[in-house]
């Protein structure tokens, strides 16, 4: 199975900072990776997908990048509503498989 | 609206049973592959089974040959039957769409039901 790390677990910012969360595959799944948003007690919400299509509604913002291994989710001018936990995925190969999370949190 | 709204969680014993449901609407059920996803207590996401649009079935080593996914397209129904349960399976298991165009990313989510195995 591919895995999939994300970096950092948990980081705390301000509202209007810039952060980069990392997702690595222990393989390379060329850009098959998707982003998802989950707050507490919600279903996640899918962000990005094929690692840097905005899904619709979804602010501008946010977005991502990436290829083969090494993929990074970012959120320009943090906004209260985007203290939440995140999550990449890969959808290039059977089982699909999620990354660890990274919470984002109120500094 | 598309939407997604799964039933059947509960409370089960080891080596019980438990069938989940999820029903769709506000899209063509038929016309595309689902999914159950489930988070353990730990918050982790994993992927638990898959029914293509031909009816075909997949599933990861942790679960074969316990669970099966079934869908009923007249209804814009889908199942998971799991049986043999055990603690590990606890876990909020949500039904989902996979997006063709997106390469299955998971574009849909239901609410969750919560399967709870324990004595």
């Known amino acids: 199975d591919i895995q999939m790390t994300q970096s950092p677990s948990s980081l705390s910012a301000s509202v209007g900072d810039s952060v980069t969360i990392t997702c690595r595959s222990t393989?390379?799944?060329?850009?098959?990776v998707n982003w998802y948003q989950q707050k507490p007690g919600k279903a996640p919400k899918l962000l990005i997908s094929v690692a840097s299509i905005l899904q619709g509604g979804v602010p501008s913002r946010f977005s991502g990048s990436g290829s083969g291994t090494d993929f990074t989710l970012t959120i320009n001018s943090l906004q209260p509503e985007d203290f939440a936990t995140y999550y990449c995925q890969q959808s290039y190969s059977s089982p699909q498989t999620f990354g660890q999370g990274t919470k984002v949190e109120i500094k | 609206e598309v939407q997604l709204v799964e039933s059947g969680g509960g409370l089960v014993q080891p080596g019980g049973s438990l069938r989940l449901s999820c029903t769709a609407s506000?899209?063509?059920?038929?016309?595309?592959?689902m999914h159950w996803v489930r988070q353990t207590p730990g918050k982790r996401l994993e992927w638990v089974s898959v029914i293509a649009t031909s009816g075909a079935a997949y599933y990861p080593a942790s679960v074969k040959g316990r669970f099966t996914i079934s869908r009923q397209n007249a209804n814009s129904s889908l199942y998971l039957q799991m049986n043999n349960l055990r603690a590990e399976d606890t876990a909020v298991y949500f039904c989902?769409?996979?997006?063709?165009?997106?390469?299955?990313?998971?574009?849909?989510w239901g609410q969750g039901t919560l399967v709870t195995v324990s004595s």
């Open positions: 393989q390379s799944i060329r850009n098959y």
């Open positions: 989902v769409r996979g997006d063709f165009i997106a390469h299955d990313a998971f574009d849909v």
């Open positions: 506000g899209f063509t059920f038929s016309k595309y592959d």
